[in-house]
């Protein structure tokens, strides 16, 4: 019986072990190394290396033994580390295609199932990474729009340090909420309150999932889901997090459905709600609404965690370095002053700053240990062999901290980014943000935040930490490398005050809290309320929408200074929030673009105009053929009749035919149509709905309102000339190019991926640019030129008597009759003058610091100089409130120019159509008088006050037309 009872429990141990050894053979033969495998340190059967620490400091250990690229074992899954910046490289961008793909991560697969941006593979990704791309820019990702709404946080941000009053507090929770705030804006077309405490939470859960996801039970979760999802710990906590932020995102978007209009999208998430719709035909796209809750999650965690961690480092940095933080506002102080935030235009300006935002970027190390890969086919790295599906981790701290790389790699130096000149240099491997297909999809928005947050803060505020309590220089270690805790100081500076003006600025009206001086303008003659201004303050004055300053340049001497003498400094045009929706943040067309896409395209377009006959003897007789439909078609008219359409429509026919290479006839009512809409459009430009807008972007774009009406009415020229472009296509002969539209099909081929506009959008924009300007004022000056000789009915008389004395009834003017008809000439110049069409001329921006009038106007002044201001000048006019020919005529009656009638302004921003505009005034309005007399029944007078938008029109009027 014991014999017995021995022999069985020896059978059992015996079993065991058997049993033991197979499964030990099994393991050996699963997880054996394949042939020319990266080495790394043995693992424990069954477990692998989970317990060799996978954070960033074991790793970079591990790698000083096996060499930069190294293998560990994670149960039975293996992993590959690559170290250094050669190997990263190699891996990121050499071998792009071979390390695109994303690993299963069964912590986060719980939450993302393989959908959204970061997480999700192949066509899915490929379709959501480019649509998140596509449609950020347009809401204004890396754009000047988010710059403004930046700047507008920034303020938010200092007068919330402020309201601290120089005590100890935490600023975490504050920051990420302001960053937050910027990527929000974009999906959900809003931001957070700082108190909104439902906000807030949203932000600390994940601030606490991101933290826990590098802890010990999170990696034991990725070893052994299907144990772990049953047992307490952070991991749970991690899942519950994640259901608590979904949930409020969901929520956000069904907001979004109850409003949504598809016509006028307001932001991401209702972009997404309407290609739902179109891409329902295409399920493996993934546009649903589980993806589009993920994809929302991905991009507040992405926009929000990076950097705001990396700004909390910033801080701490400063603290502990006060001679470097002193370095920095020197530099603000020298570069931006106190009186205006800082731009990202004063980046290049900054070099110090720069490359101190640059080093915190590196010596913080965000994200060491980037996020895993996985091998799409077999490969070698290193000497290595990769097999296909082998997940692989870019070690970037390692590249951060090359030795080989950086000259004090473990020391906080901003010499890392300097050169021997103290300009700022580029490192290659500077990595923060990854590299490859899978490089960080916000990273413009990251630099942008970084730069204007960092500066904002430095201008106002010194920052200290509380007596003993310098924060450490160790960071917190999650799946993000953050500071620990810490309280700080902000010490107002003493020389900061909120719009506050630097010494010797122009004087102005002082303005009220948030509008400025909204009330001292005159929202039905803005340029008279202004004009007084000017006699108040003088010819150079300031002035302030909201928290956004104009500097106003009046008269013709101060004008003149201004675009001519100083033409390089007030050459570029400042961001306009209008402007930047309708050309969906790319900076396009002719009149709103700056730089090297400005001087590009403007070039293009004057000599490619040219080509096209644009002051030249063929431009003259199309023209001339236009002249006869006119007359034709106010010959039809047996009563009264609005001259207004009909010059439109006379008027657009000529750049009809160099941009389109067509005419459209009178009876055309889709062409109509487009044409009304431009009007309409620019009246609303000169409205207090417009001046709204631009000081309050963020507000109006949810308020209804003739702002709406404006970007909806253009987005259908937009499309009217779109489908212009496209019939363009068909037959376009390359050899020989019928219009500006088919050159700039041509010219696309030669500048690809260029960055000077040669696109398909931007030839759109270039041509609806050309379509109005060609339009609008040459229309309207015609308008005015029936109303002053129809009020002034002697004046019709001498300059009919003129034609028919040099021209005859027999023939159409041309260009030549010009020098012989100096009365008619000097008509159709006062009417130029006193017609007023542009009062308020374009906005302008200073390049630099400069002075003007005596007074410093700082870089990145917005500039008004007013035409208005120069074509009633008294110093130029004898009589500048009287409508006066006399003007243009010298004591003999021959005709003389007069410099100060600036009508289509002056400078490199000069009207691109100047010469096409006098051509077509002085024909059309000759082959009317040539044709016709224009007046008014007895007792009526017509108005010449205007109505005035972004251009001054007359109040709508009726005429009869008499054939002589």
């Known amino acids: 019986m014991i014999v017995q009872t021995l022999f069985d429990y020896l059978n059992f141990w015996g079993g065991c072990i058997l049993f033991l050894a197979v499964l030990l053979v099994l393991d050996l033969l699963k997880n054996g190394r394949p042939q020319n495998f990266p080495p790394g340190p043995p693992g424990v059967p069954f477990l692998g290396n989970i317990f060799t620490g996978l954070d960033y400091n074991s790793i970079n250990k591990l790698s000083q033994e096996y060499g930069p690229i190294f293998s560990l074992r994670r149960g039975s899954e293996k992993m590959v580390f690559v170290s250094g910046y050669k190997m990263v490289k190699e ?3 050499n071998q792009l295609d071979s390390f695109t793909e994303r690993p299963v991560v069964p912590l986060f697969h719980v939450i993302f199932k393989g959908l959204g941006i970061a997480l999700s593979n192949g066509y899915l990704w490929k379709k959501q990474r480019k649509f998140a791309n596509t449609h950020l820019r347009y809401f204004g990702e890396g754009q000047r729009t988010l710059e403004k709404y930046i700047e507008h946080e920034c303020r938010f941000l200092c007068e919330s340090f402020k309201e601290e009053q120089g005590k100890p507090f935490n600023p975490q929770a504050t920051i990420a909420n302001a960053v937050s705030n910027i990527i929000c804006s974009v999906v959900f077309g809003h931001r957070f309150e700082y108190s909104d405490e439902r906000f807030r939470r949203v932000l600390q859960l994940d601030t606490e999932a991101v933290l826990l996801s590098g802890s010990p039970y999170a990696q034991l979760y990725d070893v052994f889901p299907g144990l772990m999802k049953h047992l307490p710990g952070p991991h749970q906590t991690v899942h519950s997090n994640y259901h ?23 932001d991401y998430v209702d972009v997404y709600l309407g290609e739902m719709e179109k891409k329902k035909q295409d399920p493996l796209a993934g546009f649903n609404m589980d993806t589009l809750v993920v994809c929302t999650l991905d991009l507040v965690e992405a926009g929000t965690e990076t950097t705001a961690t990396t700004l909390r480092w910033a801080l701490v940095l400063m603290m502990n370095y006060p001679d470097i933080q002193e370095k920095v506002q020197a530099e603000v102080d020298a570069v931006i002053g106190q009186s205006r935030q800082p731009i990202v235009a004063d980046r290049p300006d900054m070099p110090y700053t720069d490359a101190v935002i640059h080093e915190v970027q590196r010596f913080g190390n965000i994200v060491p240990l980037g996020f895993p890969k996985m091998a799409s086919k077999d490969t070698t790295l290193g000497g290595y062999f990769i097999p296909k599906g082998t997940v692989s981790t870019t070690n970037l701290s390692s590249v951060l901290f090359d030795k080989d790389q950086w000259e004090t790699p473990h020391k906080f130096n901003p010499e890392h980014f300097l050169d021997a000149e103290g300009r700022f240099r580029r490192r290659d491997a500077f990595l923060p943000f990854s590299a490859g297909k899978r490089v960080c999809l916000g990273e413009h928005l990251a630099k942008m935040q970084l730069f204007l947050f960092f500066a904002s803060v430095l201008q106002r505020f010194t920052l200290k930490a509380p007596p003993g309590e310098m924060p450490s220089l160790i960071g917190v270690q999650g799946f993000t490398n953050s500071p620990d805790q810490f309280r700080m100081m902000a010490v107002p500076r003493s020389d900061y005050v909120k719009n506050r003006n630097p010494p010797n600025y122009p004087p102005g009206p002082r303005g009220l809290p948030l509008l400025g001086n909204f009330l001292d303008s005159d929202s039905k003659y803005p340029h008279l309320s202004f004009f007084k201004l000017a006699e108040t303050y003088g010819n150079v004055f300031s002035f302030r929408f909201g928290s956004d300053k104009l500097v106003f340049v009046c008269g013709y001497k101060m004008v003149k200074e201004a675009l001519v003498n100083q033409a390089d400094t007030f050459a570029e045009r400042p961001f306009s929030p209008m402007s930047d929706r309708f050309y969906s943040g790319t900076g396009g067309g002719l009149f709103m673009s700056n730089g090297e896409k400005w001087k590009k395209q403007r070039r293009f377009a004057l000599s490619t105009l040219r080509s096209f006959g644009l002051g030249k003897s063929t ?12 007359q034709d078609e106010i010959q039809s008219h047996k009563g009264p009749f609005t001259p207004a359409g009909l010059f439109n429509n006379a008027v657009s026919n000529i750049i009809c035919q160099l941009v389109m290479g067509k005419r459209f006839d009178y009876s055309d009512n889709k062409f109509q149509t487009m044409l009304r809409l431009l009007s309409e459009t620019l009246y609303i430009e000169g409205t207090i709905w417009a001046q709204l807008y631009e000081s309050f972007p963020w507000l109006m774009k949810h308020l209804p309102g003739l702002h709406n009406k404006m970007f909806k009415d253009l987005e259908t020229v937009h499309e009217f000339i779109a489908e212009e472009v496209e019939k363009h296509k068909p037959d376009l002969d390359p050899s020989n190019p019928r219009d500006y539209i088919d050159s700039f099909i041509i010219e696309m081929q030669n500048h690809k ?15 609806m640019d050309l379509f109005l300007a060609g339009t609008e004022t040459t229309s309207t000056t015609l308008q005015w030129a029936l109303i002053y000789l129809i009020n002034h009915p002697e004046v019709q008389e001498k300059v009919q008597a003129e034609i028919d004395r040099v021209i005859g009834q027999s023939r159409l003017p041309t260009m030549a009759d010009r020098a012989n008809l100096p009365y008619t000439d000097a008509v159709i ?9 542009v009062p308020l001329n374009g906005l302008r921006i200073t390049s630099r610091d400069t002075t003007l009038g005596g007074y410093f106007i700082p870089k990145g002044t917005t500039i008004l100089p007013m035409l208005h201001s120069v074509l009633f000048d008294k110093t130029q006019w004898e009589t500048p409130d009287t409508f006066n ?13 007069r410099e100060a009638l600036l009508s289509f302004s002056a400078g490199k921003r000069v009207c691109l159509g100047e010469g096409l505009a006098k051509m077509e005034l002085f024909l059309f309005l000759v082959g009317l008088m040539q044709k016709f007399s224009f007046y008014v029944p007895d007792g009526v007078k017509l108005r010449t006050d205007g109505v005035s938008g972004a251009t001054r029109v007359p109040h709508p009027f009726e005429v009869h037309a008499k054939v002589r």
């Open 91 to 93: 891996a990121l961008v």
């Open 885 to 897: 020919p006399g003007h243009f005529l010298d004591k003999d009656g021959k005709f003389m120019k």
């Open 753 to 767: 991926d260029s960055g000077t506009g040669f696109d398909e959008t931007n030839l759109a924009y270039c041509s």
């Open 619 to 630: 431009m003259e007789q199309s023209i001339r053929e236009e002249i006869q439909y006119l």
């Open 829 to 837: 110049h006062e009417i130029q003058r006193i017609g007023n069409i």
């Open 244 to 266: 608590q932020i979904l949930a409020f995102l969901r929520q956000e978007i069904e907001k979004h459905q109850e409003d949504l209009n598809p016509d006028d999208p307001r």
